[in-house]
């Protein structure tokens, strides 16, 4: 296929704005990748989302939903979300010097 040359005064407002935003060689190795398929961007602090949360998860010891709220400026609800499953988790470990269903095996005796 012959190489076709276009000048930027023929191309569509979006992309132009596409050209502008990300210089023309950018544009056109975008074009030739990803030419006639849909492609999704995601927003920028949906990027950070999942590295906020994750520091969440970390910080989150099982009663800290406040302080977390306040330091994030999210809900106790999108807290409670975030950090669901290691609550579970932190709630279904055994206390110390408890003895689990496996710890059972340990302990048997001629009796």
Known sequence: MSEVKIKYEELSDEQKNLVDCIGAEAF???VTCYGGTTLYVPKADSLARSKRDEAI?????????RELCRKYKLSERTIRSITAEKN?????????????????EDLKTDC
Do not use: S
Not at 57 to 65: P, Q
Not at 88 to 104: V, W
């Open 28 to 30: 056109i190795k975008l």
């Open 57 to 65: 998860r970390a910080e989150f010891d099982g009663y800290n939903y």
């Open 88 to 104: 579970n988790r932190l709630r279904n470990a055994p206390l110390a010097g408890q003895i689990t269903i496996e710890g059972l």
